[in-house]
């Protein structure tokens, strides 16, 4: 069965039509996410003044590629903001990640939504942003440590074995389920070639049981977020009328109205995100309400008064400071990981070597404001991002340097030259972005 007809069971042929049209002659669209930690919706709208607001996610906004090339910018390499699709961003929107919330983000890969939240979140509570695959997780590090969020432990677990250690944890679990992504049909014509009937069906089943695993880890009066890249109603609607047929005390939470907003009648408490009426991709959610109630989880922190000074120069001295494996760790506030293959416990702050010499780490520079840095030229900027050296007049030590008002990373000053710390795979990118244009 080829995906057309696939969609002919479930949904009017002129929606078929003009969905059809949206993925095979429409536009992709282009959009991104600021990080208030490091820049004002009022800076950056004046610096690119022809973006357009996102119309329901706050600090969002869309804009051209052919004008402004988001990605190859100074400004990617220093986090100031996320480049996401649209629709993606609206599972955060209608989820609403509060600052004392613990979430669970089962498939978070590259990290978006888990970025969204953190967000959102104003850096407060705690994220378990996790990916089954080692190399896609180790990806959303990357992406975590570039946007210098604080508040997210990143993990490649299969919950499968490790979930009974979990039960009722969670406030709010973000399921993006693995699909057979036809909302990326429009942007990467290999998915239109890879998608097969056989796959949807596949993927139904394995989504069904990514949902009972969340649900099991979802706190009495907790949320999930479920939703798929999708427009297949196997992978959407069934799975969720199957959950509810077989958990019957669930409440499926009935989404705003909005005319961009596509609704089945099948399901219409949900929403599909199709590329003919709202401004992106595509993408099906659903929220769905475990009934009871629960506290949320106090805040406790871990001080480690070894480094208490180390806490104290960098302000976080609030916050749940841990020693892991010889490396140093900043969380918003503590989590047991010890059933959870973690990649990063919140800001990586430093390395121990032998020498009893402290190594601080790109992270940490990413976190901090501009405050704690050194103002250096654009010459030197482009000298340090391309991993080379330069002269700086400053005491022997570790510096943060910044240029236009964002952190870029570490040096360590010998002898009135700044050695360059910034992470090889950024100077990889930026190499090959062009950053300045060179």
């Not at 990640?97 to 979430?103: A, L, R, S």
């Not at 994220?127 to 190399?135: E, H, L, T, V």
């Not at 010499?357 to 482009?382: C, Q, R």
């Not at 240029?403 to 910034?422: R, S």
Request: proline letters at 4%.
């Amino acid at each position: 069965m080829d995906f057309q007809n696939s969609l002919a069971p479930y949904l009017p042929e002129e929606e078929i039509q003009d969905l059809l049209k949206a993925i095979k002659e429409g536009k992709v669209t282009h959009c991104l996410l600021i990080n208030t930690d490091k820049i004002t919706d009022e800076v950056f709208v004046k610096r690119y003044p022809n973006v357009r607001k996102h119309p329901f996610v706050e600090h969002a906004y869309y804009y051209e590629k052919e004008e402004y090339d988001f990605g190859s910018s100074l400004y990617y390499l220093a986090g100031v903001y996320s480049i996401q699709d649209a629709s993606a961003m609206m599972v955060n929107y209608f989820l609403k990640p509060e600052e004392d919330d613990v979430i669970l983000d089962m498939c978070a890969a590259p990290g978006g939504k888990s970025i969204g939240a953190s967000i959102a979140m104003n850096g407060k509570g705690c994220i378990i942003s996790n990916d089954i695959s080692y190399p896609r997780a180790k990806e959303m590090s990357q992406n975590v440590e570039r946007m210098g969020r604080g508040n997210i432990v990143v993990s490649s677990t299969d919950f499968v074995f490790s979930y009974v250690h979990f039960g009722d944890t969670f406030d709010k679990i973000i399921l993006d389920a693995p699909c057979s992504g036809s909302a990326m049909m429009r942007k990467n014509e290999a998915a239109e070639a890879d998608w097969k009937y056989s796959k949807v069906k596949a993927n139904a089943k394995r989504q069904s049981e990514l949902l009972e695993l969340a649900y099991s880890m979802l706190k009495p009066g907790g949320t999930i977020a479920y939703s798929t890249c999708s427009f297949s109603y196997e992978e959407d609607e069934a799975v969720v009328l199957a959950f509810k047929e077989k958990h019957k005390e669930i409440e499926i939470v009935p989404l705003p109205e909005h005319p961009s907003f596509y609704r089945t009648d099948a399901l219409k408490e949900a929403v599909r995100l199709h590329p003919n009426h709202f401004e992106g991709e595509g993408q099906f959610i659903c929220l769905l309400r475990k009934p009871g109630s629960s506290l949320k989880t106090k805040k406790t922190v871990i001080s480690n008064d070894r480094y208490k000074l180390f806490c104290q120069d960098y302000g976080i001295e609030e916050r749940s400071n841990e020693l892991r494996r010889d490396k140093f760790y900043s969380l918003y506030q503590h989590f047991d990981v010890s059933h959870l293959n973690i990649l990063r416990y919140g800001v990586k702050l430093f390395e121990m070597r032998d020498s009893g010499i402290f190594i601080p780490d790109h992270h940490l520079a990413a976190y901090l404001n501009v405050s704690y840095s050194v103002k250096i030229t654009e010459e030197e900027a482009k000298a340090y991002i391309y991993g080379n050296t330069f002269p700086m007049d400053k005491e022997d030590g570790f510096y943060i340097v910044s240029y236009d008002n964002v952190n870029l990373g570490f040096v360590k000053v010998t002898q009135g030259i700044a050695k360059n710390h910034y992470p090889k795979s950024c100077i990889v990118m930026a190499k090959q972005r062009k950053i300045f244009g060179d």
